[in-house]
Every structure is written in C-alpha cells, then in structure tokens.
C-alpha cells in the first residue's frame, strides 16, 4: 500500500459511502459535541446513537441526499479523547466534513480494509470488518485508560467510531484515526516493522521503481537504518513503547507494527513528494460539484485550501511551497506539539550521543491494533510453524509478539541493545 490516494468525486464507485460517512459524522459529532459535558460512566462504553437520514427528510435529522442509518459507537468516550487529543472539536468537523472530500488509499490490502484521508490529510478513515470493530470495543475501556495514563503513547489516536447501513442492509464500520505523517513534509522512505522475518521483506527493484513504497523489516536491516537517539530520547521511546506493548500483550493483540516514516532535513522537501502526499488535491479530477449543507466558518482553511489547488493546477512549485510551507502546517502541528514523539515539526527529531539534534525527524507510531491472537491466528501459527521457523513468523501468541517487538525495536535504536536481536537474522553485527 502506498500513501497516495484518489479523489473521490461524483460517480466514484464509493462517492455514496463518503457522502454518508461524513453526513454521518458531520451529525452525530456535533450533536453529541453541542451538548453539556459530564464525567464518563461505564454506560458510555457501550453506548450507540442511532440515526436515521432519508432524502424526505426528519424531524430529528435533516434531509440527505441518500437513504442510510448511521450509528455513532461510545460518542461520550471518544469526545472525551478527541479533547483528550487535544482535538478541538470545530477543527475536527471543518477538517472532515466541511466540503465532502476524501481520498482513497489505492487497491486495499489483504486485509480488505479500506484507507481514506481527509482533504487536509490529518485523518485517516479506516474501514474494519465486524469483528475488529467489536474487538475495539471490548478494549475500550482499557485503551482509555492507557492513553489517560500515557499521554505520550505510541499508539494510534482513535477519535471515532461508526457504522453506516447502506438500504440494502450493507454495513460498514469504520474508525477515525490519525495520520501519522504530515502534510507538509516529505517522507523520504516508509517502514512498518513488526520484529518478525519471514515475508518481511518489500522487493528491493519495486521499491526503486515507485517512491513512497512501504518497506519492512528486512528491507530496514539490509539498508542499515537505525532510529538514532542519544541516550535521552533512546530512554523515553523504551519506555514507552515498553508500557504501550504491555497493554497490548494484557490485551491479547498481535499483528501490529510500527510504523515509521523518515524525513531527512538535509535532503528537505525539494523532491516534493508532498504532491504526492496531497493528491486530495489532484488537478485532473473534477472537484465534487453539489455540495450538502455546510458548517459554516468561512474561516482561512478554506481559502488555503483552493489556493493551494490552483497551485497544484497550474503546477508552480513556488506558490505551491508558500502554501505548504504555510498555513496547513501550522494547523496540524497545534495538536501535535502537545505530545512528546510528536512536538518536532509534527514528528520525533534524532539526537547524536550528546542529546543534540541531528537531520532526521521520524514520524511514528504503532498501528493496526484490532487483531487478537484467536483460534484462527493461532492455527496460523501451528501451521505455518511446521514449515518455518516458529519464532520468526508474524503470527505468534501476544506475548512473545510483543517481546520480540519491543526487543527488535530497542536493538534499531542508536546505542540499542543489539544483543535482542535474534542471531538467526543473520545481521546481528
Ligand atoms: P494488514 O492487516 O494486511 O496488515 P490493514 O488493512 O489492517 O492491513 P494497516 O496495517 O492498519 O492495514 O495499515 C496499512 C498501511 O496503511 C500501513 O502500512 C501504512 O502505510 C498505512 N497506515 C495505516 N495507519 C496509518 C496511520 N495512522 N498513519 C499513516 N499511515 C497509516
Ligand atoms: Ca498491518
Ligand atoms: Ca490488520
């Protein structure tokens, strides 16, 4: 999967999920938002608001231009995170629903999720099968827990949670996350490490092909990267990741990775990847003609935003790079500067043996946390475990996932213990 993304207009073959995805959103958010704030109770946990949109119109809900149901999951307990987040709440709704676009990751992965960003490429809606979206519900209450206790944590920020219902029964769930990269800086290469080897590796001849491919373990191993951070911040992302990876294995989750994407400052953004990060902005697609009821806040967002679609038009690198280097930055990096391995434009920045800042900064994070270790991952394993090494495949019980996780990533990090990692990998030093 690569981060770019198609715009979806009018006619797209998922123009209708958008619009009520967002529809949906736009409405339940904010009347959940609008009303009185009051300390969470366990009821909230497992709480679902139910609407109901059809083209005549409601009482209740106004007209849409679809029929569908939407249920907003625990909106109390995800308002209460999105401030937790330092999410400011008329600043999420602008972000996702004050026009009606999305972009589309590429073909979806095995798992068949579906990737959308939204216009200013801070979130991300993530469509999940049934069981994950109950498994996130199960862990709610724990994750609400860490994250109050851990307001530094590596795991993804989940701001949402919702299911629309399509007329003909159809039911999508999906979750709103947040987009680890930035829009305003290039990511000169992307890993997702998981500690494990076998099928860990991206086709090194892809990779040179395409820019923006995800690499793996064996491709960050081979290339020689190592997260370096002096002994300072080698002490506070151990740590971290150490309590994060405890919740996990407590949860019984596996399967998950980190995800990393590195800017080197020296190198900055003159090879403009961003225009491929800010696809949403795509110049040959026809922009969404009839757009539904907006929020109004005819605020500066707006204007940056076709500002920065004519520059892409007319394909002005300057103007282009006076918008990026501008406005949209500044906006997504407020939240951020609140959160240690976020405050450097956005991302965590290297530090050389004396703690000093180096030229890279990294943008990461632990995603792809709704798969429990269950009866058919663990026939994954006994499986796959006759023919392979037992301990070098993805799929093994939480436990031993999240040690040899922790293990690997603190053996990548400058001055890390290199002894963690497994010999058999053969690039031990
Ligand atoms: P699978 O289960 O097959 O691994 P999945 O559909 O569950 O796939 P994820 O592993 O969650 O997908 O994510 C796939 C890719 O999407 C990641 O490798 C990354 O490139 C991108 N991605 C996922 N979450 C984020 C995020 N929070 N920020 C930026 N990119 C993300
Ligand atoms: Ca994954
Ligand atoms: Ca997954």
């Keep these: 999967k690569v981060l770019v993304g198609n715009l979806i207009g009018e006619g797209h073959a998922n123009y209708v999920l958008m619009y009520n995805m967002l529809t949906g959103i736009r409405i339940g958010v904010s009347r959940c938002q609008a009303k009185m704030k009051r300390p969470l109770c366990d009821a909230d946990f497992t709480a679902k608001h139910k609407f109901t949109f059809d083209i005549i119109g409601r009482e209740l809900t106004p007209t849409a231009k679809y029929d569908f149901k939407f249920k907003d999951y625990a909106p109390w307990v995800f308002r209460e995170l999105r401030e937790h987040f330092h999410l400011d709440a008329a600043d999420y709704l602008l972000s996702l629903t004050s026009k009606y676009i999305l972009s589309e990751l590429g073909s979806p992965g095995k798992s068949g999720s579906f990737f959308y960003f939204s216009r200013d490429y801070r979130f991300i809606i993530k469509t999940i099968r049934h069981q994950e979206h109950k498994f996130l519900l199960r862990i709610l209450k724990d994750y609400h827990e860490h994250v109050k206790a851990n307001p530094h944590t590596l795991l993804s920020r989940f701001y949402g949670l919702h299911r629309v219902k399509l007329p003909h029964g159809r039911k999508i769930h999906f979750v709103i996350m947040n987009n680890l990269f930035p829009p305003h800086r290039d990511i000169h290469e992307t890993y997702d490490l998981k500690g494990s080897s076998i099928g860990r590796e991206y086709p090194e001849e892809k990779a040179a092909a395409k820019s923006g491919a995800v690499l793996k373990d064996l491709n960050w191993l081979k290339r020689g990267r190592e997260i370096e951070l002096g002994p300072e911040k080698r002490a506070l992302f151990e740590a971290q990741l150490q309590s994060d990876v405890a919740l996990l294995q407590r949860l019984n989750i596996m399967d998950y990775s980190l995800l990393i994407g590195l800017h080197d400052i020296r190198r900055g953004n003159k090879d ?90 990294y943008y990461l994070g632990v995603i792809d946390l709704f798969t429990p270790y269950t009866s058919v991952k663990r026939g994954e394993t006994i499986w796959k475990g006759l023919t392979q090494n037992r301990h070098m495949i993805s799929s093994v019980p939480p436990k031993e996932y999240g040690q040899r996780f922790f293990d690997f990533l603190c053996s990548v990090v400058t001055g890390g213990d290199k002894s963690r990692r497994p010999k058999m990998w053969g690039f031990t030093e």
């Design 272 to 361: 403009n990847l961003r225009q491929d990060n800010l696809r949403v902005f795509q110049p040959e697609t026809k922009e969404l003609k009839r757009q539904p009821t907006q929020i109004k806040r005819p605020g500066a967002g707006e204007q940056d935003a076709s500002a920065l679609r004519q520059a892409v038009r007319r394909s002005d690198p300057k103007a282009l790079n006076a918008q990026q280097g501008s406005k949209l930055p500044d906006r997504d990096v407020s939240e951020r500067r609140h959160f240690l391995f976020y405050q450097d434009e956005g991302g965590f920045r290297s530090t050389d043996e004396n703690n000093q800042p180096g030229s890279m900064i």
